[in-house]
Nanobody
Framework: QAQLVESGGGLVQAGGSVRLSCAAS????????MGWFRQAPGKEREFVAA????????LYGDSVKGRFTISGDIAKNTGYLQMDSLKPKDTGVYYC???????????????WGQGIQVTVSS
């Protein structure tokens, strides 16, 4: 059964950087994209970035463009989210997810990790 596990979160000061990893096991052959989402307390889940598993296409949410970079290592079945110039508003639980479609909508992602906390202090 497919499983996604995030790692690399924690507490960081504003202006700092964090790299999240998402290790996928039992990857179904029809995965098309990996996405990153985040959710702050009391808010809806927000799209952060997406990456084609096989290809070079990427998508970014407007609030993270120019600061975050999504990448992946297909051979290792691992995706990454490099987060730079972090701001307190980036605080939240970050989730990686996998989809059979090229999409930025959470409803289209059928596989989810358990989530990992990232806290940015001012």
């Amino acid at each position: 059964q497919a499983q996604l596990v995030e790692s690399g979160g924690g507490l960081v000061q504003a202006g700092g950087s964090v790299r999240l990893s998402c290790a996928a096991s039992g990857r179904p052959f029809d995965w098309y994209a990996m996405g990153w989402f985040r959710q702050a307390p009391g808010k809806e889940r927000e799209f952060v970035a997406a990456l084609e598993w096989i290809g070079t296409s990427t998508l970014y949410g407007d609030s993270v463009k120019g600061r975050f970079t999504i990448s992946g290592d297909i051979a290792k079945n691992t995706g990454y989210l490099q987060m730079d110039s972090l701001k307190p508003k980036d605080t939240g639980v970050y989730y990686c997810a996998a989809s059979t479609a090229w999409t930025m909508f959470p409803r289209d992602y059928g596989y989810w990790g358990q989530g990992i906390q990232v806290t940015v202090s001012s």
